[in-house]
């Protein structure tokens, strides 16, 4: 049996989750027991060095690096004067600056940041990191990585599919045998509306879909946003910031920037809404007998976003992940830190019919403090 405490920054870049498990055994059987979970907001100041970073000088990445191990570090000690609990092994995924999936015979790499050293001496603690460049060294695309934790988290006997919104959509469909699970990026999350938030209204976020229900959809735009190539390439699959990002978001409000704000909030929410919807039409649906969809991630707090899943979703349970004792907030970490488990105990944890790897990999490596 192992306490594991998981770090993990995600797209949407605000802050640091903490999720600390109590995790026995290893593999499908393994049971585990969150205990804690807190989030860490970054100062504003960190927000803005990252989101230079995802286009930055290398100076100022490798700065970068060691500053988020700090705040990864503070993250972890806080968690553990918080909960009283002292970890035998952190768990962190770092914070991904640039993603770039394996296309044809061109290879894929990726690059998260955090040293993870560091995280190890000033906690005193055996640190996990460095999770992806394993699966994409055996031909994955790296991502998603969450789909074996999320079988071992939400197994049985019918077909669910655990639907993660960060600042990228991804599915896993969580099937009764492992060999079957398959998962993928949909599309935008939340990346894309914050941009346009922050672009538009001068807001970080759209705090409970509050801005899009004061708009209308703008059926001209929504169908332009669907016809990304993305949308229709075929699983395995993963994209990023550098797709829907920023720059999209800068695009959107150039070419329509005679449009009133909140038509365009509303429309890249539905549109994030639809992105998810015909990811299930054209490669779930088809295949599996789906029973459940479980809703995680900072998008489940976007009441006009849910409304819409659950709207074009009738028929099929929609779940969010609350209701299995899990707060969204705490997901992503608690997924790491099941991952790490599989890596102290040599076992590997990449799910290939998701990442598209040729085999399956140990993931990460162990840093001593």
């Not at 970054?42 to 970073?53: F, L, Q, W």
């Not at 998260?112 to 560091?118: L, T």
């Not at 365009?264 to 809404?273: D, E, K, M, N, S």
């Not at 659950?310 to 028929?315: L, Q, T, V, Y």
Request: net charge positive; aromatic share 6%.
């Amino acid at each position: 049996m192992r306490t594991i405490l998981g770090l993990m920054s995600g797209t949407s870049h605000d802050g640091i989750d903490s999720a600390t498990a109590r995790i026995a055994g290893a593999g499908p059987s393994a049971k585990v027991k969150l205990l804690h979970w807190a989030h860490y907001p970054y100062p504003k100041g960190v927000r803005e060095r990252i989101a230079s970073a995802f286009d930055g000088r290398t100076e100022d990445i490798c700065r970068l690096n060691f500053e988020l191990a700090g705040a990864f570090a503070g993250a972890a000690l806080s968690s553990i004067r918080q909960s009283g609990i002292r970890p035998d092994a952190i768990a962190s995924h770092g914070q991904t600056i640039y993603h770039i999936p394996p296309a044809g015979k061109k290879q894929g790499s990726t690059l998260q940041i955090g040293a993870p050293s560091v995280i190890a001496q000033k906690t005193g603690v055996p640190v996990v990191a460095d999770f992806r460049p394993a699966d994409m060294a055996a031909g994955g695309q790296g991502a998603p990585l969450v789909p074996y934790a999320d079988y071992i988290l939400f197994r049985g006997r019918q077909v669910k599919a655990v639907q993660n919104i960060g600042g990228i959509a991804n599915v896993t469909v969580v099937t009764p045998k492992i060999d079957d699970v398959i998962a993928f990026d949909t599309g935008p999350g939340n990346a894309l509306m914050d941009e346009a938030m922050k672009l538009l209204l001068k807001r970080p976020f759209d705090r409970g879909g509050r801005a899009a229900m004061k708009g209308s959809p703008d059926e001209k735009l929504l169908t332009e946003l669907m016809s990304h190539p993305y949308l229709k390439l075929k699983p395995p699959k993963s994209t990023g910031r550098e797709l829907f990002g920023k720059p999209s978001a800068e695009a959107v409000i150039r070419r329509h920037r005679q449009k009133n704000p909140f038509d365009i909030i509303a429309t890249l929410t539905r549109f994030t809404a639809l992105s998810i919807r015909g990811a299930y039409e054209r490669f779930v649906l088809p295949r599996h007998d789906l029973k459940e969809i479980i809703l995680c991630g900072g998008g489940t707090k976007n009441g006009y976003l849910v409304g819409l899943l659950r709207e074009m979703f009738a028929g099929v349970k929609v779940s969010l992940i609350e209701e299995y004792g899990i707060p969204s907030e705490a997901k992503e970490a608690l997924s790491f830190a099941v991952l790490a488990n599989e890596t102290l105990s040599g076992r590997p944890s990449n799910v290939p019919g998701a990442t598209g790897a040729k085999r399956r990999v140990v993931l990460g490596g162990i840093f001593l403090p």
